[in-house]
């Protein structure tokens, strides 16, 4: 039996989680207890790619390296210090894996890096790869490379994180990912120069909203937008200093430019000029109360997180050239869950989006008789299990595709 989870995004700082431990723990541990209750062979926890944040943490802005630039010492220190951060934050995740595989001989563990923890599998990342090995039961305790994906013929299931398809978040020979730019300079950057300029700490429960920006849906600048002008209206009502904002603001800006010059990003020409825009929108607006940011930007943009359906497909076909007869494909990355039927030769193939564990704020609409725009805030879990043929007997089903969605 598998049971498959991405995109859990452990911080290095437990204030900046929106993980759900607890439900994740009872989730474990019931199929733990259905594996051994159906008595199957072993269950194996595949953790498919972007489980540690190791892109929105400070470390990068407090070390002055980053994810882009060349392999170093100064580099290599940085990712064992955010991967160090990270075990250090989250005992009882990593408590909780040693734990069922302690207790449970059938049990084990499959890691598979994504885009948020690729440094783990950077050239520097040897130390970090090594603690995290010594940390969970991963079968070894050494620093060789992780694989990028898991295939389990027994199961007849391939597995990737997905952000391979992104062209906005993988590393080729000659460019980085613009996503590693955004992440860095804007998300983790803004809410640090604003609490500088309004003289309060990061740690401020008014700047909240900003620390949860990458939880907006759909994540696209103008859903961000709006997100930010719905709590600087709330900054601005508290009576905080508006031309301090836009200082931040500014100042947010000639840090993202500055960076895209750095190095040669794949999809600066498109999505590096997007925000560039929105954030000189934003400045230029936020010293007039961001009144007139909800009429510059359109609402209702489209989201960007596309479905990999057709890539699962080529996977497939790709795997059948090789006489290799896999029916289920899983992805993360996207944070939207979805099962979708696939053609396959003799029978229908699945792909599955293994969607997050993790709050989300989504874009609903205009709140009645108001310019402001509406925020559902949610959390999300979901998960797959899947079994081999010789498992799925007594009715039992091939697969089980689980997800949640509750208020918060």
């Not at 990342?125 to 295939?151: C, H, M, P, S, V």
């Not at 992440?183 to 983790?188: D, G, M, N």
């Not at 500088?196 to 990458?214: K, N, Q, T, W, Y």
């Amino acid at each position: 039996m598998l049971f498959l989870v991405s995109d859990l995004h452990l911080t290095d700082c437990s204030r900046r989680s929106t993980f759900d431990f607890r439900a994740f723990e009872q989730t474990l541990r019931q199929v733990v207890a259905q594996a051994a209750a159906e008595r199957a062979g072993s269950l194996k926890i595949v953790l498919n790619g972007d489980i540690f944040e190791m892109l929105k943490t400070s470390v990068w802005l407090d070390e002055r390296v980053r994810p882009w630039h060349a392999a170093s010492p100064k580099r290599a220190a940085a990712v064992t210090k955010i991967m160090s951060n990270i075990i250090g934050a989250n005992p009882d995740f990593f408590a909780l894996l040693n734990d069922v595989c302690l207790e449970n001989r059938f049990v084990s563990l499959v890691y598979v890096p994504g885009n948020h923890d690729y440094m783990l599998n950077a050239d520097d990342g040897n130390e970090a790869r090594e603690l995290l090995r010594k940390t969970i039961l991963l079968g070894d305790t050494d620093d060789r490379y992780f694989k990028e994906d898991y295939q389990d013929p027994d199961h007849q299931l391939v597995a990737l994180h997905g952000h391979q398809w992104d062209d906005h978040n993988i590393y080729r020979e000659d460019t980085k990912p613009i996503g590693d730019v955004i992440v860095i300079e804007l998300l983790t950057r803004l809410p640090i120069l604003l609490a500088h300029h309004l003289g309060l700490s990061p740690d401020d429960r008014r700047l909240s909203f900003v620390h949860e920006i990458d939880n907006v849906i759909p994540q696209t600048p103008q859903a961000m937008a709006r997100w930010l002008t719905r709590g600087l209206d709330e900054l601005a009502q508290a009576g905080l200093d508006a031309k301090a904002i836009d200082r931040a603001l500014v100042d947010a800006l000639d840090a993202f430019t500055t960076a895209l010059r750095s190095a040669r990003f794949e999809g600066a020409d498109i999505v590096g000029e997007r925000w560039r825009d929105f954030l000189t929108e934003v400045a230029s607006l936020a010293i007039s109360k961001w009144g007139a940011l909800r009429i510059a930007l359109p609402f209702g943009s489209n989201d960007l997180r596309e479905s990999y359906a057709d890539r699962a497909a080529e996977t497939v076909q790709s795997l059948a050239e090789e006489d290799l007869d896999y029916r289920f494909v899983a992805y993360g990355h996207t944070h939207a869950c979805e099962t979708v039927v696939i053609a396959g030769a003799t029978e229908p193939h699945i792909y599955f989006n293994l969607g997050t564990w993790r709050r989300s704020h989504r874009m609903t609409g205009f709140a009645a008789g108001t310019a402001s725009v509406d925020f559902a805030s949610c959390i999300e879990n979901t998960y797959v299990i899947v079994r081999t043929p010789q498992e799925a007997t007594d009715g039992r089903p091939r697969y089980t595709f689980s997800s949640s969605l509750y208020a918060c």
